[in-house]
């Protein structure tokens, strides 16, 4: 007879693994990035909150990070495993550098790793809780594409996370174009950053935005977008029904 | 993260919301923001209601139920001015809400703090909290923002402040809130009442005071850019 209790998983379906950490809801967040394809490149546009639950705890998170040379990663989501992507990806270029042989990495290439590093986690149910938007330009090709915590992945002309698809991406179907000027994107960006502020409740005044072009990545420094607020309705709006909100 | 919007969810007001007296009468300020889940439904609601000519209420917690106890009590109020032949006084109107809030409190969910100005005892603010609770002080704070502001309120307030002071005081306190609650939004409304009457006021977000790491709002990146010497950007 073994009176020793054996030491049993808590969870023995999972095995060996039921020990690991696993995000099974995120702590601090970043809320949505916006990205779209220009004349030039990509020009990406996120805020720099760092939210803990519904405090803004955090206002100067950076949430858009070049990788080697060719690409510009965006996230939302938890920071912590943003992060930790970022290392997986520090080593991804330096075994790429390591090779030495001329060539490097494109946007398509660490678009499709991470997608697969995003599928995989989700299939071990220890999810990345991350949306990510890769963009980047080699050898005078745009790529721009975004994966999900869950996997789904896809490129297009314009991106977003979170709230940016619900409020950004209408804006863009009716104002994006070919060939648009840096300006013209820019000011299309700040349009959609200024909706995404007044109607998202993790949103942050203050943001930055990013291109990407064939000579590299730039990112601007950190600016706040003035809001409107004076309209003869906002100032009083109980007034034809008292009580009302 | 919510990767939908639940545009079920109820309306809440997240909200800021201040009382304070002054040697005077009383101010009572907002934010104005109503979401739902975590869109913003309405950026620029007005959640310092009125009750009678010289009493309101600023409404947190459930936008309906809040809503619904006010409009009773309203109601109430009226046919009780008739009645007595003279205005309300704050210390009725705050009962009324008690009354409403205590014997419902399994279904409610509102916070409110009611704030008027009577000939027989001057400013009053009364805050009434989840559960029908009374409580009558010389301030009160309530809704989500109102957790940043306990410390704010301890080291700062002070008795007999004048009607500007106040109202300064009271308009700081809801920007704080606002800047880290993500809750409370939008502009800053304060309502003063005295002997003399009540006025309604307006701050734009854009003309509050600037805290830690905010920076003063521009028109665009490209205004930035143009301005500034070369190199701007960096990686």
Redesign the interface.
């Known amino acids: 007879m073994n009176f020793m209790a054996s030491k049993q998983p808590e969870n023995s379906l999972l095995g060996p693994e039921s020990d690991s950490q696993r995000t099974l809801y995120p702590y601090v967040t970043g809320t949505s990035v916006v990205a779209l394809k220009y004349k030039d490149g990509i020009l990406m546009a996120a805020d720099m909150g760092g939210s803990y639950g519904s405090t803004l705890r955090y206002k100067s998170v950076e949430r858009m990070k070049p990788i080697g040379k060719h690409s510009l990663l965006g996230a939302s989501g938890e920071i912590s495993d943003f992060q930790e992507i970022l290392r997986y990806l520090d080593e991804l270029i330096l075994y790429d550098n390591m090779w030495d042989d001329g060539n490097s990495l494109g946007p398509k290439e660490v678009h499709n790793y991470l997608t697969r590093v995003m599928y995989n986690r989700r299939n071990k149910f220890n999810p990345l809780w991350n949306s990510l938007v890769l963009g980047g330009v080699k050898n005078g090709q745009k790529y721009l594409g975004t994966v999900s915590m869950i996997g789904v992945n896809f490129e297009d002309n314009h991106v977003a996370t979170g709230f940016g698809n619900h409020l950004a991406r209408p804006i863009l179907r009716q104002e994006w174009h070919e060939n648009l000027s840096f300006e013209d994107g820019v000011r299309l960006l700040e349009k959609c950053m200024r909706v995404l502020l007044y109607r998202d409740r993790s949103a942050v005044n203050k943001l930055q935005i990013a291109k990407i072009t064939e000579d590299g990545v730039t990112i601007s420094q950190p600016y706040s977008l003035k809001t409107y607020w004076e309209f003869s309705a906002f100032e009083n709006p109980a007034q034809g029904a008292i009580g009302s909100w | 993260?919510d990767?939908e919007?639940n545009l079920n969810a109820s309306h809440s007001m997240?909200t800021t919301i201040i009382g304070v007296t002054y040697n005077g009468g009383v101010v009572l300020g907002a934010d104005?923001?109503?979401?739902t889940g975590?869109?913003?439904a309405?950026?620029?609601?007005?959640?310092i209601?009125?009750l009678t000519d010289n009493v309101y209420v600023c409404r947190s917690g459930s936008?309906a139920d809040s809503?619904i106890v006010?409009?009773y009590v309203?109601y109430f109020l009226h046919q009780h001015t008739i009645q007595l032949g003279q205005s309300a006084t704050s210390k009725v109107a705050a009962n009324l809400i008690r009354l409403l809030s205590y014997n419902n409190k399994n279904m409610l969910e509102t916070g409110l703090i009611v704030g008027g100005w009577d000939k027989y005892e001057g400013g009053k603010i009364y805050a009434i909290p989840l559960g029908g609770t009374l409580i009558e002080q010389p301030f009160a704070i309530g809704g989500?923002g109102s957790s940043?502001l306990y410390g704010f309120f301890d080291q700062a307030w002070k008795e007999g402040m004048t009607k500007d002071e106040a109202e300064q005081f009271v308009v700081k306190a809801v920007s704080l809130a606002i800047?880290?609650?993500?809750?409370s939004?939008?502009?800053v409304r304060t309502v003063i009442i005295n002997s003399e009457g009540v006025t309604?006021n307006?701050y734009?977000?854009?003309k509050l005071q600037l805290w830690?790491?905010?920076?003063?709002?521009?028109?665009?990146?490209?205004d930035?850019?143009n301005s500034s010497s070369p190199e701007?950007?960096?990686?």
């Open positions: 993260m990767l919007m997240g104005s923001r109503t979401s975590m869109y913003v309405n950026r620029a609601s007005d959640k209601t009125q936008a809503q006010s409009d309203r989500s940043y800047a880290r609650d993500g809750a939004g939008g502009v309604r307006f734009p977000s854009d830690h790491e905010e920076l003063e709002p521009q028109n665009s990146l490209l930035l850019l701007p950007m960096n990686i």
